[in-house]
């Protein structure tokens, strides 16, 4: 069938040029790049001729990457068109140096690289999903044991992250991060991860409204970034102007991590050193305490208001979302802002408050714009093998 000039070859909808060798539209585009880069293995549940050009739902992966390959797009390009418009630089990927212990003799074999560390969220990924099919309760009792109050999806989000945030240390009890080996990263990966999750189900009306696959990823190609968010307020919260003097942002509970002095032991699963991997993503921790951390602290934001923009931060990343899902996601969306409207009005002072949401907006547009640029090189350490682990979920596996 020959397809229109600016219709997808693959799903048939409306194209925006030329990606990777074929005529695509982004999405699909944004799909079989994802794919090359982490190496995605796919699975077809019907007979390996599913229709691709569906309203609605969920398109099936296997199908839609045999098309991809079927009309010419070519892996190859993935790396020559990696970087098109971004100005960050991705530095040299030098060796480490003879003074950390590594041999330059090539008869000589390191033996940590004999040693091959599985990083596996599976069982995290089962907890995820069982906090997803438990119901949580939309009501509240009031103090004096009255009847029960309805809280609506911005309350009880509210309320999720006010039980998120209540086992924070007092400040003299909390502990600057000094390296962080892989055992203890794995750890605090796995409790943030489910933390976050737990929020996220208070979400009631997407979890009643959509399906497990695309709760989960809707959850988990967001979650990074919400996390980040959370942390810079959380850290103004607790801080205030400190976090600023000190340059450091909470990492847990008990835990801030200081930009530029603080190190994740990547060492450990790469052969490239720890100072390295801090050069390549500490520009990115700076770009997120300077163009996000302080206008946050400007507004000064309520806990309300942080849920609004963790909610509007969910599907800034559409991988693998069905048109379905983004459809529900934009009416939840509208929900909030609706529910938001109400407690401007009833709850606080901001009588006007159209200029703080276009503020609020702005903080958004800021921190995805950022995880993007700083996705591309993320894209590069994947293609490279960067990683000398067997990582589960690239997701997941996100440290800042």
Not at 11 to 37: I, L
Not at 233 to 260: A, C, K, P, R
Not at 353 to 358: A, D, E, P, V
Request: glycine share 4%.
């Amino acid at each position: 069938m020959n397809l229109p000039e600016k219709q997808c070859q693959i799903c048939a909808k409306p194209s925006n040029g030329m990606h990777f060798g074929a005529m695509t539209c982004r999405a699909c585009a944004a799909f079989f790049r994802r794919a090359v880069v982490l190496k995605l293995e796919y699975t077809c549940k019907e007979k390996k001729m599913c229709n691709l050009e569906v309203v609605g739902r969920s398109i099936c992966r296997y199908c839609r990457f045999e098309k991809c390959k079927e009309i010419g797009m070519d892996p190859e390009k993935v790396v020559l068109d990696y970087d098109p418009t971004t100005s960050q630089k991705v530095p040299v990927m030098a060796k480490k140096s003879e003074n950390l212990g590594i041999s330059e003799n090539p008869t000589v074999s390191n033996p940590k690289e004999k040693i091959t560390i599985k990083i596996d969220f599976s069982e995290t990924v089962g907890k995820i999903e069982e906090i997803f099919e438990t119901k949580r309760d939309s009501e509240t009792e009031d103090e004096e044991e009255g009847p029960k109050i309805y809280l609506n999806d911005l309350q009880n989000l509210t309320k999720g992250l006010k039980e998120f945030r209540e086992n924070i240390q007092p400040k003299i009890d909390i502990q600057k991060l000094g390296k962080a080996d892989m055992k203890k990263v794995f750890y605090w990966l796995n409790v943030r991860i489910r933390k976050y999750a737990k929020w996220f189900s208070h979400a009631t009306y997407l979890m009643e409204k959509l399906p497990m696959d695309q709760k989960f990823q809707l959850y988990r190609t967001s979650w990074n970034v919400i996390r980040v968010f959370e942390r810079l307020s959380m850290t103004w919260m607790h801080y205030g102007q400190e976090m600023f003097d000190g340059n450091f942002i909470l990492v847990s509970d008990d835990t801030v991590m200081v930009i530029d002095e603080s190190l994740i032991h990547l060492e450990e699963i790469s052969e490239l050193t720890d100072r390295y991997f801090q050069r390549l993503f500490h520009p990115f921790l700076n770009k997120y305490m300077e163009e996000v951390a302080r206008p946050m602290s400007e507004l000064d934001l309520t806990e309300e208001e942080v849920v609004f923009c963790m909610v509007h931060i969910l599907g800034f990343d559409v991988t693998d979302l069905a048109p379905e899902t983004l459809e529900i996601l934009h009416k939840f969306k509208e929900i909030i802002a609706d529910q938001m409207h109400n407690y401007y009005m009833n709850s606080t002072n901001h009588k006007v408050y159209s200029h703080r949401i276009l503020k609020l907006m702005k903080l958004v547009k800021t921190i995805t714009t950022i995880a993007r640029e700083k996705a591309k090189i993320k894209d590069v350490i994947w293609i490279f093998d960067i990683y000398k682990a067997e990582i589960s979920d690239p997701y997941f596996f996100q440290m800042f």
